[in-house]
């Protein structure tokens, strides 16, 4: 049954839920799912104050300019600056009446116009390298100095950044030595880079991956393959004289590698390397 006031309670209830959403930003319970989506709109493109009103208008719906910006907190002018961009940009529609009201398109449309336009990008750079890089080597050089004679070591952040690091060691590698676990495997071969690392000349993998994954190896024509008990840590060490070791890994965002050319580290791991590949079984 409903009761005297069931209409404006309803109403009060919705009401609550639209003028609070700002709240969602700031939420305890919402906080990780709201970073994560966050940091996706960052990596695609996005500033954070644009990822905000995205999310606000993706989760109301239709809005005024003056009701996003008083509940993302945002000054007025600015909103509209970005309310301009968001449409430009295909991510945002606005309706044709006054005052004017905007909604967000759909998320899985957002992330294919943000994808398909960062692919384009990439393509537009790869078209343009080699003028690029003809304006990049005709600028001279000031007294430049080099530290060939010094250990070096990076300290590789994200999955993204270590596995582009390994791509670019194993285009060019003559020797390969590879540690990986099940999931290391699947993901180097999702990735692309165990096709690359099949093509090198000389390699050999240990690896904890079981039978029923040691298809990664097989379809890319890797045969010299080592299987241990142990999960052990990434690592590729290239031609003796690189190589990269995962540091940590808790999450996708969470994790680490180091690489180095040190001649003492790298020549520690080989040896390492050559004592697993004794032990370890057929």
């Known amino acids: 049954m409903r009761s005297e006031h069931g209409s404006e309670q309803g109403g009060d209830v919705s009401m609550g839920m639209i003028a609070g959403m700002f709240m969602l930003f700031n939420n305890d319970e919402y906080k990780e799912p709201i970073e994560r989506i966050i940091k996706v709109l960052l990596d695609l493109g996005l500033t954070l104050n644009e990822a905000k009103v995205y999310v606000y208008l993706a989760k109301t719906g239709y809005r005024k300019a003056i009701e996003i910006a008083e509940n993302i907190g945002i000054p007025r002018t600015e909103t509209y600056q970005i309310l301009n961009r968001l449409q430009s940009k295909g991510l945002v529609i606005a309706t044709m009446e006054h005052p004017v009201r905007y909604a967000a398109v759909e998320f899985d449309d957002l992330l294919k116009t943000m994808i398909n336009v960062s692919m ?39 999955r993204e950044n270590i596995y582009a690091k390994i791509s670019s060691m194993v285009a060019d590698a003559e020797e390969l030595l590879m540690v990986c676990n099940e999931v290391d495997a699947l993901r180097l071969y999702n990735y692309g880079i165990m096709d690359a690392i099949a093509k090198c000349s000389n390699v050999k993998v240990i690896s904890s991956v079981s039978p029923s994954v040691a298809s990664v190896f097989m379809d890319v024509g ?56 004794k032990e370890a079984d057929e």
């Open 120 to 158: 384009e990008r990439l393509r537009e750079f790869d078209r343009r390298r080699e003028e690029i890089l003809q304006v990049w080597n005709n600028l001279p050089e000031f007294a430049k100095n080099s530290c060939e004679d010094k250990d070096r070591f990076q300290i590789l952040e994200g």
């Open 222 to 277: 890797l045969g010299n393959v080592k299987r241990v008990e142990n999960k052990l840590q990434l690592m590729v060490i290239k031609d003796r004289k690189e190589m990269v070791h995962l540091l940590r890994e808790k999450n996708k965002n969470d994790t680490a590698a180091l690489w180095t050319d040190s001649s003492t580290l790298v020549e520690s791991m080989v040896s390492f390397f050559s004592l697993l590949w």
